[in-house]
C-alpha cells in the first residue's frame, strides 16, 4: 500500500522561532516526487517545496528546507524564522513512479500549524 | 488571474438533485487533476485527465459521478442524485511538470 502518515495532528511555534514537521510514507516504487502543502484558513491549496527521490540534496525554499531521509522513507519540513502567516494546514504529499507531474498526489492527513505572535 | 480557478465556489442542494462543478486550469496546463476533501482529511484522488482523454478513475468516483474535459481545456466534474456523503470540497488542480497546482475548490453540501 501507498500511504504518507503525519503523526502531529497539531503544532505550534512561536514567531521567528524554527519549526519541524514530520512525515513518513510507504512506497515499494523506487522514483517518486514528494511535496509539501499548506492550506490557510481559505482552504487554497498552495505548494510549499517538492523533491525528486532520486536525487540526494535536500530541496530548499527561502525559509522552507526538507530532511529527505530515503532509506527511512522520511520526508521532513523545517520551517525557519516563522511568520504568522505560516499559519495553515501543511499536507506532506507523494507521486509514485517516475512519471513527476503525470500521476495522482497521495496525501497525509495534515499537520495544523499554528504560529503564535 | 492566471492561477485554476473553479466555480461555483459553494454549492448547497437537495439529496438526489444533480450537481456540476467546472474548472480552467492554468492555461499551458495539460494536466488536469479532481480531487475531494472532507473535513480534517488530506486531499483523495477522484480522475485525471491528460489533455482531453481521461486516463485515470479512482474507486472514489461511483457511477453517479462522470468528469470530462472536452477540448483538453476547462473540466465539468457531475454528480448525479447527490447524496449526504457527497457533502465534501472539491478540488481541481493542474500541472505542467513541476507539481500540481490547486484551485480554491467547490464547497458541496447536500441537505
Known amino acids: 500500500a501507498q500511504t504518507v502518515t503525519q503523526s502531529q495532528p497539531e503544532m505550534s511555534v512561536q514567531e521567528a522561532e524554527t519549526v519541524t514537521l514530520s512525515c513518513t510514507y510507504d512506497t515499494s516504487e523506487n522514483n517518486y516526487y514528494l511535496f509539501w502543502y499548506k492550506q490557510p484558513p481559505s482552504r487554497q491549496m498552495i505548494l510549499v517545496i517538492r523533491q525528486e527521490a532520486y536525487k540526494q540534496q535536500n530541496a530548499t525554499e527561502n525559509r522552507f528546507s526538507v530532511n529527505f531521509q530515503k532509506a527511512a522513507k522520511s520526508f521532513s519540513l523545517k520551517i525557519s524564522d516563522s511568520q504568522l502567516g505560516d499559519t495553515a494546514m501543511y499536507f506532506c504529499?507523494?507521486?509514485?513512479?517516475?512519471?513527476?507531474?503525470?500521476?495522482?498526489?497521495?496525501f497525509g492527513t495534515g499537520t495544523l500549524l499554528a504560529v503564535q505572535p | 488571474d492566471t492561477g485554476v480557478s473553479q466555480n461555483p465556489r459553494h454549492k448547497i442542494t437537495k439529496r438526489g438533485q444533480n450537481v456540476t462543478f467546472r474548472c480552467d486550469p492554468i492555461?499551458?496546463?495539460?494536466?488536469l487533476y479532481w480531487y475531494r476533501q472532507t473535513l480534517g482529511q488530506g486531499p483523495e484522488f477522484l480522475t485525471y485527465?491528460?489533455?482531453?482523454?481521461?486516463?485515470?478513475k479512482s474507486r472514489l468516483l461511483s457511477d453517479r459521478f462522470s468528469a470530462e474535459r472536452p477540448k483538453g481545456s476547462f473540466s465539468t466534474l457531475e454528480i448525479q442524485r447527490t447524496e449526504q456523503g457527497d457533502s465534501a470540497m472539491y478540488l481541481c488542480?493542474?500541472?505542467?511538470?513541476?507539481?500540481?497546482?490547486f484551485g480554491p475548490g467547490t464547497r458541496l453540501t447536500v441537505l
Open positions: 492555461s499551458e496546463h495539460n494536466r
Open positions: 504529499a507523494f507521486i509514485p513512479g517516475a512519471g513527476g507531474a503525470t500521476n495522482k498526489l497521495i
Open positions: 485527465f491528460q489533455n482531453e482523454a481521461q486516463l485515470e
Open positions: 488542480a493542474s500541472s505542467l511538470e513541476k507539481g500540481q497546482f
